[in-house]
């Protein structure tokens, strides 16, 4: 199994770009998440997904927006970059904690897209 | 609404010290809590966790217990190594298995 995987792994874009980042997990997770990492902020969540077709809102999602189509995909999309979204981008994916009535399940995360806004 | 707070600034020292990164969290109820690793260059792992109060969790040498009355999630190793060099994230679990994240940890070992 590949995981999760990311694509690209690396983009550099100038300001009013706009760019689609790609998640595809194959272990049949039903949930899906996105995340930003930047330096002394930790990671924050962007948007996720709790199934095929669904999205909702995290802690920063203005100026992003996801599409879930396929239960393994998960796009993230820039419409028009600004250099405040220079950061690296995580995706993770998870079970649904409704799967098997656990409560809670590990989320498992993709090798970040690192990305530049000029 | 739910949140993570990890102490500040990176931590340094040398091969076979005991290692300590304090985590407190805020959360209505009792929430999982993680630790989480990320090595240069890689995404985040899962290192342990723990589901309920005085829980321990273990990994790699690596141990953390979920203290109630003190809410709080420290990392603890014995004896590190060059190799335990990497950023760790305490975390917890809220609605919709979503994780809030500490700020991280920068750990470097020295020789």
């Excluded at chain 1, 879930?68 to 994916?93: H, I």
Aim: net charge neutral; glycine share 10%; with cysteine.
């Amino acid at each position: 199994n590949a995981g999760v995987t990311q694509t690209p792994k690396f983009r550099v874009l100038k300001t009013g770009q706009s760019m689609t980042l790609l998640c595809a997990q194959d272990m049949n997770h039903e949930y899906m998440y996105w995340y930003r990492q930047d330096p002394g902020m930790g990671l924050r969540l962007i948007h996720y997904s709790v199934g095929e077709g669904t999205t909702a809102k995290g802690e920063v999602p203005d100026g992003y927006n996801v599409s879930r189509l396929k239960k393994q995909n998960f796009l993230l999309g820039l419409e028009s970059a600004a250099p405040s979204q220079t950061s690296v981008y995580f995706c993770a994916s998870s079970y649904s904690p409704y799967r098997w009535a656990q409560e809670t399940y590990e989320q498992y995360f993709g090798p970040g897209t690192r990305l530049t806004v000029t | 609404g739910d949140s993570v707070t990890q102490m500040e600034g990176p931590v340094t020292l040398s091969e076979e010290a005991f290692l300590t990164i304090n985590c407190t969290y805020t959360a209505t109820g009792y929430p999982s809590l993680f630790w989480y690793v990320q090595y240069p260059g890689e995404g985040l792992q899962l290192l342990l966790k723990a589901t309920k109060a005085d829980d321990k969790g273990s990994n790699k040498g690596f141990e953390a217990t979920y203290r109630k009355e003190t809410t709080s999630f420290h990392l603890e190793k014995g004896s590190v190594q060059v190799s335990d060099s990497a950023v760790y994230f305490c975390a917890l679990i809220y609605g919709n298995n979503r994780l809030a994240f500490g700020k991280g940890n920068q750990v470097v070992v020295i020789p």
